[in-house]
């Protein structure tokens, strides 16, 4: 498992009784989180420190109980990356910190390519791979079918001082935007892909992932170029491996280099526990 262990603005702090304690910048928030099968075995009492917490409603959903005062968005940093946190509703906060491992990764790769690479960031979100593929010095492009998380991107890459670097927001359904790019014969060095495990396009598309993961992953190799650098998938479905990755990505991609897949996880500062969270598979030259 690789660890998201470099953080400064972001710290988990507990996990107990199907809930972390998390640190965003100055503010805590205790989430739920269905990892978390074993009880309290510390004598913290986090419920008196914490800003916010996320109850789940017993039938379905839930909402953010506030104990004390919370911005209504605020900002934490990653080395030289900066990002907006929000409660949302269904517990989010608008980032997930242990993506940083990947965001390491894409950054470093782009670096050492020593040439302009050209990113196709899918299911993009907030942007956070967005945000540090345009730091290392690539052009991206990025689609995501929500007009919302679209719009919180492109204040994450401004608000990381990249707003001049080139990058395209696009608010489409992901395959039908690479059905499109395919016809007009455009490609990328880079694919990155974190699908949902199901969803809904901007036409109401209705994507499945076990049914339609294998298919998506091929049609984007038509946009690789003949020269591509990685293809990297993430993922948070229950149950999928990261051998299953591997093996799509081993099946689609025809131009040699290597494959590797695992779990990323974030360490919690007060204990040597860790919480797994979700999978990755990665092809690259």
């Not at 990002?83 to 670096?111: C, R």
Request: aromatic letters at 12%.
């Amino acid at each position: 498992m690789i660890l998201a262990s470099e953080w400064k603005d972001y710290e988990l702090l507990d996990l107990y009784d199907g809930e972390k304690v998390e640190r965003w910048g100055d503010y805590m928030l205790i989430r739920p989180d269905p990892q978390v099968i074993w009880p309290k075995n510390t004598k913290e009492n986090w419920e008196n420190q914490v800003n916010a917490r996320y109850l789940r409603s017993s039938s379905g959903g839930g909402s953010w109980d506030y104990y004390k005062k919370l911005p209504e968005k605020w900002v934490v940093k990653y080395k030289n990356l900066s990002f907006y946190i929000k409660p949302m509703g269904f517990k989010h906060t608008g980032l997930f910190p242990e993506q940083a491992v990947n965001w390491d990764y894409m950054i470093d790769k782009i670096k050492a390519a020593g040439r302009q690479v050209k990113v196709l960031n899918l299911f993009a979100y907030t942007g956070g791979a967005t945000v540090a593929c345009l730091s290392a010095g690539a052009s991206v492009c990025h689609v995501d079918s929500s007009k919302g998380m679209t719009a919180w991107a492109k204040e994450n890459v401004a608000l990381s001082g990249l707003a001049d670097k080139p990058v395209r927001f696009i608010v489409d359904d992901v395959r039908k935007f690479v059905e499109r790019e395919i016809r007009r014969g455009s490609t990328y060095d880079a694919v990155i892909m974190d699908p949902p495990s199901y969803g809904r396009g901007s036409g109401k598309e209705v994507w499945s992932l076990e049914s339609d993961l294998y298919n998506l992953i091929e049609l984007c190799c038509n946009v690789l170029s003949e020269k591509p650098l990685f293809f990297h998938i993430n993922s948070y479905t229950t149950g999928l491996s990261p051998t299953v990755l591997s093996n799509i990505l081993a099946i689609s991609i025809n131009h040699g280099g290597k494959i590797n897949s695992g779990e990323i996880g974030l360490p919690v500062s007060n204990s040597k526990l860790i919480l797994p969270c979700g999978i990755f598979g990665r092809w690259e030259i």
